[in-house]
Structures are given as C-alpha cells and as structure tokens.
C-alpha cells in the first residue's frame, strides 16, 4: 500500500487550546491512535486525504503486544466514530466526531483514517496557544483519562513556563470543571478506593513520573467538608528531561548525521531556507535537497554544489536549527 506513514516517538503533536479543553472521553487505544495521526497531519495535505499505518508499527512503538491491540481495534475505532467531542465556542459550542471513516485492512495489517474536516483548524489555526509535546509521552499511559490530564497539565505547564522551563506551574481549577472536561460519570465520588482521586489523579501521578516529562503534585482545597477545587503544581520531570532542554524534543537534532538523514528523507525537492549566500555577494538562497542527496539552490543564485560545500551547508543549518525554535517547529511539520 502507498503512501505508508511510518510514525517515530518523537513526533510532535500539536492541538489547540480548545481542543485541549475540549470535553470528550475516549479509552486509551482510541486516544492514541487519533493522537498517532494529528501529529502526521500536514497542512499541505488534502482534506479527504487518508493516513494508513502499519499496525505493527503502532505496535511497536506502544509496546503492546499483536494479540492485545487488535482484541481492541473494533473497540476503539468504534469510539472514534462513536463518541463525539465537544468544543466550546464563543457564542455556543461544536460537536463533531474525530474521524470520518476508519478502515482496517485485515490480512494486510493496514489501518486508515480520515479525519473530520471541521477539525482541522483545530490542529493548524493554533496561533498563541497550542499544547506541543512528544507523542511518546503518551504511549505507555494506560487509561485514557490519565493521557488527558497529562495534556491538560502539559498545557498549563507550557503556558506558563514559556520563557523558563525550570520553574515550577501552580493552577488552581474546580473539582467540577475536572469532572466535565473529562466527561467522569457522576457515579464516581471525589474521594474512596474508587473515586476520582485514586482512580485518576493518583494514577495520574504515578504513571506521568514514569512515563512522561512533566511531574506533579496537588493538594485539596475545602468549601467547608467538601473538597471543590484542586491545586495541582507541576515541573519539569528530571528522569525522563532531556539534558540539552527543549531542542532535544525533536530526533533530529540528536545529532548532525540524523540531521541531514532527516532532510534526505522529508525535503527532496522542498524548500528547507531561504538565506543570505555569501559565494554570491549576499544574495538569498533557497536551499533544498536534490535526488543525489547533496544540497542545491532552487534560486539558482549558486550551481553546482559539490558535497564539501554542501557539507559545509547543512553545518550551517544544522547549527541554526539549535538555536533557533521556530525553523525547527517548521522542519519538524514537514510542511
């Protein structure tokens, strides 16, 4: 089948502040798999365009087993198809199901999905505010709704440490709210061996400090007897961090070879930067990858780039990419 998408752990999700607070329940499964394809979402992508992933890839990038994943597979496509979410609006509110169609390719081990095309601007018009992580934070959490108070919490975390990412986020919410977002039934009580403390913030706890690159901790605030908001205070997770800070999310940059293997693979014949030449008296280029693997200039300001000179390029890029936030976030959308 063509036009396979391989999916790697340290692809970024992007979803916009309402579709972070939006309300909606889904199981584990369901919520990883929708998560797997906005992060493979471009925006150069047609609006009917179908993502198909090997399950076997899913597989093993969860760490689930063949025989698990596809006891759920009905389960969980069902759910995306079943279980719409809810966005609120400024006057009024957007109901919409994640996915259009799901289709499972049995024998072929092919899963495809398109998805809802009301949600795109929920994925591409971010503007300010945008929860960013990396998809294999949420890949070992096992229920659902700890994968959404990790993103919530995340959220928060990015908001309010944009400019200083050791400090530590206090967010004061109700009880109520948490309850709503996360679409908890009312069966289940605040406090007990089975209520929402234990059987989501606990776990949440726990399973975050594990898995994940956030922590936190919380204490209860009291309307007299009845606990009614939640002081949740989150940091930096020192165990799973990387130790050269925010860049580092991205593979890429892991080192200059997966660098330049990264633009071989994405940018054959694509824009990668338009800068200054200094061979040509400071006129700009276009720098892009040609069929051979070696860097030319689509503006054809200098021909003929022999592997040294395009060697001495991608340093260049490589180096800018480092250092500058936004050309990474656009090399990692491979727009």
């Known amino acids: 089948m063509s036009n396979v998408i391989v999916p790697d752990k340290h692809d970024v999700v992007r979803k916009s502040d309402f579709l972070v607070k939006a309300r909606y329940k889904l199981n584990p499964l369901a919520l990883k798999f929708i998560t797997l394809v906005i992060a493979n979402v471009k925006k150069s992508d047609e ?3 179908e993502y198909v992933f090997r399950v076997k890839d899913f597989m093993e990038l969860s760490g689930m087993e063949y025989k698990q994943l596809y006891n759920y597979l009905d389960e969980a496509t069902d759910e995306l198809l079943k279980s719409p979410l809810k966005i609120p609006k400024e006057k009024g509110f957007l109901k919409l199901n994640w996915v259009s169609s799901v289709e499972y390719h049995e024998g072929e081990g ?3 999905f398109k998805i809802d095309s009301k949600l795109r601007p929920y994925i591409f018009d971010l503007q300010e505010r945008f929860l960013k992580y990396r998809i294999e934070n949420i890949l070992k959490l096992r229920s659902g709704y700890v994968i959404r108070l990790y993103e919530i919490l995340k959220d928060w975390y990015n908001q309010a440490s944009r400019y200083d990412n050791g400090k530590k986020v206090e967010k004061i919410v109700e009880v109520r709210w948490l ?3 996360l679409e908890m039934p009312e069966s289940y009580p605040y406090g007990g061996s089975s209520g929402v403390r234990n059987r989501v913030i606990e776990k ?4 975050l400090a594990e898995h994940t690159d956030i922590i936190f901790d919380y204490k209860e605030i009291k309307t007299g007897r009845k606990v009614t908001h939640l002081k949740f205070i989150i940091e930096e997770n020192p165990k799973n961090a990387k130790n050269d800070g925010k860049q580092n999310h991205y593979g890429f940059l892991k080192s200059k070879k997966a660098f330049v293997d990264y633009l ?4 054959v014949n694509k824009p990668i930067l338009e800068t200054p030449n200094k061979n040509a008296n400071g006129q700009i280029s276009k720098w892009s990858i ?3 693997g070696l860097l ?3 503006n054809k ?3 003929d780039i022999n592997a040294t000179r395009s060697d001495q390029v991608f340093e260049a890029l490589y180096n800018f990419a480092q250092k500058n936030q936004r050309f990474t976030e656009k090399l990692a959308k491979r727009e």
């Not at 949440?204 to 399973?207: G, L």
């Open 47 to 49: 609006v009917d365009k």
């Open 110 to 112: 092919y899963i495809s």
């Open 179 to 181: 309850r709503d977002t």
């Open 204 to 207: 949440a706890k726990k399973e």
């Open 264 to 267: 071989r693979t994405n940018y």
């Open 290 to 292: 040609s069929e051979r």
């Open 296 to 298: 030319y200039d689509m």
């Open 301 to 303: 300001v200098e021909d």
